[in-house]
């Protein structure tokens, strides 16, 4: 059996050189929809630190999820980890929308419910620990001094290794539990 690893929807591994079809979603309305819900469960606005962390692990969760990138826009490597200069903007502008599509929400919902779990009520400072530990964010750090933004690109490819790692840690963890309850 081949596992199916995608970049750009096409698989890199199998003997196939299979094409996926795979739906990413608008930055916009996924920005949007943990903005909207941020607010809706926290009463209060999300910073803009937490919102970049927070779409970066749905990112990632996708890959755990899916085996897909949520969306196409590639993060940058700042120093606090990983950014999107698209949602900079937005942040800046206030422009996110009102209503997401409710075909969007139905397709994100469960990635971001698992984000939300694990990550939405810690403060943007432990977030932005967290992604320094992240492959792709050291990657695209390297040769930048510390404590410059820099602007190299954070790869997919290497989100999905982080993916990867996360994703067998779970499992390892699952495993544990239900071993120590027989």
Partial sequence: ??????????????PFNCFMEVTMEKLIDVASYIV????????EKIDEMKLHKLLYFAQRESYIMNNSPLFQEQFLGWKYG???????????????????PNDCVERIKPIIDEVFNRYAD???????????????????????????????KIENSD?????????KRRETIK????????
């Avoid at 081949?2 to 199998?14: M, T």
């Avoid at 949602?87 to 209503?99: A, E, L, P």
């Avoid at 495993?175 to 027989?182: E, F, N, V």
């Fill in 1 to 14: 059996m081949y596992k199916h690893i995608l970049y750009n929807s096409i698989c890199l591994f199998c």
């Fill in 36 to 43: 909207n819900r941020y607010q809706e469960e926290y009463k």
């Fill in 82 to 100: 990983p950014v999107l200069r698209d949602v900079r903007d937005m942040y800046r502008d206030n422009s996110f929308k009102r209503v997401v």
């Fill in 122 to 152: 810690r403060d943007s400072w432990s977030l932005s620990g967290l992604t320094h530990g992240e492959l792709s964010w050291m990657n695209a750090r390297k040769g930048i001094p510390v404590g410059e933004n820099g602007y190299n």
């Fill in 159 to 167: 989100i999905q290794l982080d993916a990867q790692r996360i994703k």
């Fill in 175 to 182: 495993a544990t539990l239900i071993a120590k309850r027989q």
